[in-house]
């Protein structure tokens, strides 16, 4: 093809990209990366209609484009709205984005039960990172959080539906992926609920990867539930001859024991290639698998530690807490443990952590 | 002498029929308007400047030229009759009483529009209406209205009624688009938009009841005379379904020249105040639209006589005015807490809030708990101020226009009655046996006199 595709310049919080007509907001912020892309906890770039749901990802358009500059009246959500020539979108450099976006962080919160001690999702969970990024500390709302009738989907995943925030993504999986879509939204407003209408196991090759776009612990895998927690796991990439599926994913491991198998995800957190069923729940030992190296887990979240680094230290505000008295038998874990130091940046480390990071550190 | 267009023949006995309202001059506009040509008729409704009558008032002349016409797609007319705003009853009314007119207004409007198949969406609780517009449809057709070859103009036209199941948000013209197809009904997000893609992923226009039974005397009288009625750009007649404390609740027709003080006390209307009460407030236009106290509602804050058309009642914005709406006219008189008021509304909002998008989801129903609790004297002063940051950040940022619907009247309740809310907190017991009262919000008219 001869005829050359002309490019839309948009500029996001002062950075110009150029993308290819047809590109959402959001798309665009993700070719610029870094503070810079809304977070997104409904939109899935493989899940066709997905996105416009969870509002997160509101942005300014302070103009619309270079032949129609005005600004548009209302935030727009980024995950569906296509750029224009010469648009210029506030994100981070708008406060009235950070405004909206630290209210929609507190809805998305108040019902949700912050189990995340006992939650299989914590350490890979969006909307932690959403509320440790968007959200504000401490909640006004002083009522009691709804809660669920329990529902059975099977023997493979499991639901809680108190932590749903209604992305809609699983039903997109569901009725993209499989040819019978078995769950859905039941009810309305508030207490609209994930559910098959009547009970009913999920048992499609390819449902297990609702798991995988859940952004929240609401559903979980049932083979891994309660194993371990993500953070003690080291994901390594593998892969297998699968007649089903492409056979590439990663194995969540614990010393030489496979305790989960998930898909592959990119750096926003999305599913590269879906997985079936068989390689998810069945496939669970070593032997099945040509493990190709390990995984660098660039997003945001403590399995990538290290991020959080820069974080005050309570020390200070101890003696004020306590009337004036020092606590007695207070550990200062970071002097004890060698490999909690907080100099040391997992994250900058290639691959999992390792004594030797630390005894080099030592050294130098 | 006030003009009356739509409800002129309303009086007459078996106007329901389809004899009757021939005998009164019906389906002449039909006879009229397949002589002219479908772009000609979108002409004369621009002329006309017929806003649309569902609440937001948007022209229709405009929204009917935005229909895109791809080559070898149908495209679709949709007739919104999911009336669900409380307070709002107009629709009924017409359809109820003149379902001719609707079917009169259709058929011209598909003719305009190049739809075969033409829907009505009818709301759920409106359990009896739908028979009495098949019977319509069907007396229609056998007078040669309806089917193939309309009056031998070459235009077919089907018209089929469908029931809704009973969901406020099915009014809502995108929701109500995945309702007619059979899916849940959730509003899309826009763009793109019905005139584009809408039901089938065909071109559609959605219009409420009285809009398109508007299209028959403007066909009749022309665009321009129908212009010459009302004032600016509220032009044409408008029906107003009014309630509450008043002594005549009803459907008016009005021409939008009169006062909100004439149509309140004048004997035509609403006759005044029930049980010689006191007016306290009034909600201009269904329940979304942001509540007015009296003083505000019969003068606007530049001490303008307010007038029931769509710029008066919005003058001044939100800060002092409200909106035309619906035409749901919601009278409280001095015994009405406009707290409990409020509650009730955030109640109904929380209910049928979709759950789609999360301000609204988790908002609405928040804002409810906030409002029982002062309601019921458990509040706290910061609940006010809380509830205001609320409807604040679900205002605007949500994909349909319910989040703003729920949160005007919390946001116009604070803004105008924030001290009943303080007397709400401040006195917990008092609350529940006694209502605040008028204050200095009390009847401008009672005042001076």
Same mark, same amino acid.
């Given at each position: 093809?001869?005829?050359?595709?002309?490019?839309?310049?948009?500029?996001?919080?002062?950075?110009?990209?150029?993308?290819?007509?047809?590109?959402?907001?959001?798309?665009?912020?993700?070719?610029?990366?870094?503070?810079?892309?809304?977070?997104?906890?409904?939109?899935?770039?493989?899940?066709?209609?997905?996105?416009?749901?969870?509002?997160?990802?509101?942005?300014?358009?302070?103009?619309?484009?270079?032949?129609?500059?005005?600004?548009?009246?209302?935030?727009?959500?980024?995950?569906?709205?296509?750029?224009?020539?010469?648009?210029?979108?506030?994100?981070?450099?708008?406060?009235?984005?950070?405004?909206?976006?630290?209210?929609?962080?507190?809805?998305?919160?108040?019902?949700?039960?912050?189990?995340?001690?006992?939650?299989?999702?914590?350490?890979?969970?969006?909307?932690?990172?959403?509320?440790?990024?968007?959200?504000?500390?401490?909640?006004?709302?002083?009522?009691?959080?709804?809660?669920?009738?329990?529902?059975?989907?099977?023997?493979?995943?499991?639901?809680?539906?108190?932590?749903?925030?209604?992305?809609?993504?699983?039903?997109?999986?569901?009725?993209?992926? !499989?040819? *019978? $879509? @078995?769950?859905?939204?039941?009810?309305?407003?508030?207490?609209?609920? #994930?559910?098959?209408?009547? +009970?009913?196991?999920?048992?499609?090759?390819?449902?297990?990867?609702?798991?995988?776009?859940?952004?929240?612990?609401?559903?979980?895998?049932?083979?891994?539930?309660?194993?371990?927690?993500?953070?003690?796991?080291?994901?390594?990439?593998?892969?297998?001859?699968?007649?089903?599926?492409?056979?590439?994913?990663?194995?969540?491991?614990?010393?030489?024991?496979?305790?989960?198998?998930?898909?592959?995800?990119?750096?926003?957190?999305?599913?590269?290639?879906?997985?079936?069923?068989?390689?998810?729940?069945?496939?669970?030992?070593?032997?099945?698998?040509?493990?190709?190296?390990?995984?660098?887990?660039?997003?945001?979240?403590?399995?990538?530690?290290?991020?959080?680094?820069?974080?005050?230290?309570?020390?200070? !505000?101890? *003696? $004020? @807490?306590?009337?004036?008295?020092?606590?007695?038998?207070?550990?200062? #874990?970071?002097?004890?443990? +060698?490999?909690?130091?907080?100099?040391?940046?997992?994250?900058?480390?290639?691959?999992?952590?390792?004594?030797?990071?630390?005894?080099?550190?030592?050294?130098? | 002498?006030?003009?009356?267009?739509?409800?002129?023949?309303?009086?007459?006995?078996?106007?329901?029929?389809?004899?009757?309202?021939?005998?009164?001059?019906?389906?002449?506009?039909?006879?009229?308007?397949?002589?002219?040509?479908?772009?000609?008729?979108?002409?004369?409704?621009?002329?006309?400047?017929?806003?649309?009558?569902?609440?937001?008032?948007?022209?229709?002349?405009?929204?009917?030229?935005?229909?895109?016409?791809?080559?070898?797609?149908?495209?679709?007319?949709?007739?919104?009759?999911?009336?669900?705003?409380?307070?709002?009853?107009?629709?009924?009314?017409?359809?109820?009483?003149?379902?001719?007119?609707?079917?009169?207004?259709?058929?011209?409007?598909?003719?305009?529009?190049?739809?075969?198949?033409?829907?009505?969406?009818?709301?759920?609780?409106?359990?009896?209406?739908?028979?009495?517009?098949?019977?319509?449809?069907?007396?229609?057709?056998?007078?040669?209205?309806?089917?193939?070859?309309?009056?031998?103009?070459?235009?077919?036209?089907?018209?089929?009624?469908?029931?809704?199941?009973?969901?406020?948000?099915?009014?809502?013209?995108?929701?109500?688009?995945?309702?007619?197809?059979?899916?849940?009904?959730?509003?899309?997000?826009?763009?793109?938009?019905?005139?584009?893609?809408?039901?089938?992923?065909?071109?559609?226009?959605?219009?409420?009841?009285?809009?398109?039974?508007?299209?028959?005397?403007?066909?009749?009288?022309?665009?321009?005379?129908?212009?010459?009625?009302?004032?600016?750009?509220?032009?044409?007649?408008?029906?107003?379904?009014?309630?509450?404390?008043?002594?005549?609740?009803?459907?008016?027709?009005?021409?939008?020249?009169?006062?909100?003080?004439?149509?309140?006390?004048?004997?035509?209307?609403?006759?005044?105040?029930?049980?010689?009460?006191?007016?306290?407030?009034?909600?201009?236009?269904?329940?979304?639209?942001?509540?007015?106290?009296?003083?505000?509602?019969?003068?606007?804050?530049?001490?303008?006589?307010?007038?029931?058309?769509?710029?008066?009642?919005?003058?001044?914005?939100?800060?002092?005015?409200?909106?035309?709406?619906?035409?749901?006219?919601?009278?409280?008189?001095?015994?009405?807490?406009?707290?409990?008021?409020?509650?009730?509304?955030?109640?109904?909002?929380?209910?049928?809030?979709?759950?789609?998008?999360?301000?609204?989801?988790?908002?609405?129903?928040?804002?409810?708990?906030?409002?029982?609790?002062?309601?019921?004297?458990?509040?706290?002063?910061?609940?006010?101020?809380?509830?205001?940051?609320?409807?604040?950040?679900?205002?605007?940022?949500?994909?349909?226009?319910?989040?703003?619907?729920?949160?005007?009247?919390?946001?116009?309740?604070?803004?105008?009655?924030?001290?009943?809310?303080?007397?709400?907190?401040?006195?917990?017991?008092?609350?529940?046996?006694?209502?605040?009262?008028?204050?200095?919000?009390?009847?401008?008219?009672?005042?001076?006199?």
């Amino acid at each position: 093809m001869a005829e050359e595709k002309k490019l839309f310049k948009v500029t996001i919080d002062n950075i110009t990209v150029e993308v290819e007509p047809g590109t959402t907001i959001l798309n665009a912020a993700r070719q610029i990366g870094g503070d810079v892309t809304p977070p997104a906890m409904c939109y899935y770039s493989k899940l066709k209609g997905s996105g416009g749901k969870c509002r997160t990802c509101l942005v300014e358009v302070a103009a619309g484009s270079t032949a129609d500059p005005r600004p548009m009246p209302k935030l727009v959500a980024s995950c569906r709205t296509n750029v224009m020539d010469g648009m210029i979108v506030k994100n981070i450099t708008s406060e009235k984005v950070q405004d909206a976006r630290a209210g929609v962080v507190e809805f998305l919160l108040i019902n949700h039960p912050l189990d995340c001690p006992i939650c299989d999702q914590a350490g890979e969970c969006h909307l932690q990172d959403l509320s440790y990024e968007h959200g504000k500390e401490g909640t006004r709302f002083e009522f009691a959080k709804r809660t669920f009738k329990k529902h059975d989907l099977g023997p493979y995943i499991q639901l809680h539906m108190t932590r749903c925030i209604l992305c809609y993504r699983c039903v997109f999986v569901a009725e993209q992926l !499989t040819n *019978s $879509r @078995v769950h859905g939204v039941l009810d309305r407003g508030d207490h609209a609920e #994930i559910a098959t209408y009547i +009970e009913k196991a999920l048992d499609n090759d390819f449902i297990g990867n609702v798991i995988d776009v859940c952004p929240v612990g609401a559903l979980t895998d049932k083979t891994f539930r309660f194993k371990n927690r993500v953070w003690f796991t080291k994901p390594v990439n593998a892969s297998c001859n699968c007649d089903k599926c492409s056979g590439k994913v990663h194995l969540w491991m614990r010393g030489d024991e496979v305790l989960r198998v998930t898909a592959r995800k990119d750096q926003w957190g999305e599913v590269e290639d879906w997985i079936c069923n068989t390689c998810r729940f069945e496939r669970k030992d070593i032997k099945d698998w040509t493990i190709e190296g390990p995984v660098k887990v660039n997003r945001h979240s403590v399995i990538s530690q290290g991020h959080y680094v820069g974080l005050k230290k309570p020390n200070e !505000t101890f *003696s $004020r @807490v306590m009337n004036g008295r020092q606590p007695k038998l207070l550990m200062d #874990i970071h002097s004890v443990s +060698e490999v909690n130091r907080s100099d040391v940046n997992l994250a900058a480390i290639p691959g999992p952590a390792h004594s030797t990071d630390f005894e080099k550190k030592k050294e130098g | 002498m006030r003009v009356k267009l739509l409800l002129k023949d309303a009086h007459v006995e078996g106007i329901r029929y389809y004899d009757t309202y021939r005998k009164q001059g019906g389906y002449a506009a039909v006879e009229k308007a397949l002589k002219m040509t479908p772009e000609a008729i979108v002409e004369e409704v621009k002329k006309s400047g017929l806003r649309g009558r569902g609440g937001a008032g948007f022209p229709t002349g405009m929204k009917w030229s935005f229909i895109a016409k791809p080559e070898g797609i149908p495209r679709h007319l949709v007739c919104n009759a999911d009336e669900s705003e409380p307070g709002t009853f107009k629709d009924r009314y017409l359809m109820e009483f003149i379902p001719h007119l609707l079917i009169e207004g259709l058929i011209i409007s598909s003719f305009a529009l190049g739809s075969n198949a033409t829907y009505i969406y009818i709301r759920g609780e409106y359990a009896w209406i739908p028979d009495i517009l098949e019977q319509a449809i069907v007396e229609a057709k056998a007078h040669g209205f309806l089917g193939k070859n309309i009056l031998g103009s070459g235009f077919d036209c089907e018209i089929y009624v469908q029931r809704g199941a009973g969901a406020y948000i099915c009014g809502e013209e995108t929701a109500l688009i995945e309702s007619l197809e059979g899916k849940r009904g959730n509003p899309r997000i826009k763009p793109p938009f019905p005139a584009v893609k809408g039901v089938w992923d065909r071109p559609t226009v959605v219009n409420n009841v009285e809009t398109l039974s508007a299209v028959v005397p403007i066909i009749n009288l022309g665009g321009e005379e129908y212009a010459k009625i009302g004032v600016g750009r509220s032009t044409g007649t408008k029906l107003i379904s009014a309630c509450g404390n008043i002594n005549k609740p009803g459907v008016y027709e009005i021409d939008m020249t009169i006062s909100v003080e004439e149509f309140i006390y004048s004997d035509e209307y609403c006759g005044g105040i029930a049980n010689g009460k006191r007016l306290k407030a009034c909600i201009p236009g269904g329940s979304s639209v942001p509540i007015l106290p009296a003083n505000l509602l019969l003068k606007t804050a530049k001490g303008e006589t307010r007038y029931m058309n769509y710029e008066s009642l919005s003058d001044g914005g939100f800060a002092t005015g409200s909106m035309m709406g619906s035409g749901g006219f919601i009278v409280y008189d001095e015994d009405q807490c406009v707290v409990r008021n409020t509650y009730t509304l955030a109640r109904f909002y929380r209910h049928e809030s979709c759950g789609q998008c999360s301000p609204c989801r988790e908002g609405t129903g928040w804002m409810e708990k906030i409002l029982k609790n002062i309601d019921s004297g458990k509040g706290k002063m910061s609940d006010i101020d809380l509830l205001w940051d609320i409807q604040r950040k679900i205002e605007g940022n949500t994909i349909c226009p319910l989040g703003d619907a729920a949160a005007w009247p919390v946001a116009a309740a604070i803004r105008h009655f924030r001290d009943e809310f303080e007397w709400h907190v401040l006195n917990p017991e008092e609350c529940l046996r006694r209502n605040y009262g008028l204050a200095h919000y009390a009847d401008a008219r009672e005042v001076v006199a």
